[in-house]
């Protein structure tokens, strides 16, 4: 059992390119969530999904696409990268809106 | 939407003190209360959490108490260890309305045991 798993774990992009980052469980999951986590600002919620098909905004969307085809898949896309997308990402799953949240390692990256 | 303050920002204790670390919110809605434990360079793992239809709730030596009526909740760590050396982040959620499976964080406590 997997859990949450991320791709890749480390990147290095320059500022315009855009990338995914890939988050899988196998646990099914219907919550899934991305967040971004600064120095001495805790986790930001970037998206988050109910279930396959629905997705919603958080507290920092601006920059980033997401999209729920599978219940198992749920992927983060930066559009046009900026420096000030230079943070570690994770992302996470759970049963349900009152149920832990499990944690992928996260994806560190870095934007030139 | 859902606003978390969390205090302090450090903490150090001598190991087998107690540790208390604060957390008040915003939504009166709010319902769902995870405490979650972050290494370094690692995921944050979930250590305990309660839900608002309880006051308090403890598993071994960590506990989390809960006051609906003044919007706070706190994390209790008794006889610390060097091992409980960390960040430790308070969240909140609620199951209704437009905030749905949305859960905000707190900025985070680091916390040093010193042995």
């Known amino acids: 059992n997997a859990g949450v798993t991320q791709t890749p774990k480390f990147q290095v992009l320059k500022t315009g390119q855009s990338m995914t980052l890939q988050c899988a469980q196998d646990m099914n999951h219907e919550y899934m969530s991305w967040y971004r986590q600064d120095p001495g600002m805790g986790l930001r919620l970037i998206h988050y999904?109910?279930?396959?098909?629905?997705?919603d905004q958080g507290e920092v969307p601006n920059g980033y696409n997401v999209s729920r085809s599978t219940t198992e898949d749920f992927p983060l896309r930066l559009l046009s990268a900026a420096p000030s997308q230079t943070s570690v990402y994770f992302c996470?799953?759970?049963?349900?809106?009152?149920?832990?949240?499990?944690f992928g390692d996260g994806t560190r990256l870095s934007i030139l | 939407g859902e606003n978390v303050e969390q205090h302090p920002s450090t903490l150090s204790v001598q190991e087998g003190d107690s540790a208390v670390i604060k957390c008040t919110y915003s939504?009166?809605?709010?319902?769902?209360f995870p405490w979650y434990k972050q290494e370094l360079g690692k995921r944050p793992q979930l250590i305990i959490d309660?839900?608002?239809?309880?006051g308090e709730k403890k598993d071994q030596r960590i506990a989390v108490t809960l006051n609906k009526t003044a919007k706070h909740f706190s994390l209790h760590i008794t006889e610390t260890q060097p091992e409980d050396s960390a960040v430790y982040f308070c969240?909140?959620?609620?199951?209704?309305?437009?905030?749905?499976?949305?859960?905000?964080f707190g900025q985070g406590t680091i916390l040093t045991v010193h042995p």
């Open positions: 309660i839900r608002s239809n309880v």
């Open positions: 939504d009166s809605a709010s319902n769902y």
């Open positions: 999904s109910v279930g396959a098909g629905i997705t």
């Open positions: 969240a909140a959620s609620h199951a209704g309305g437009t905030s749905y499976g949305k859960l905000t």
């Open positions: 996470a799953s759970s049963k349900g809106a009152r149920q832990p949240q499990h």
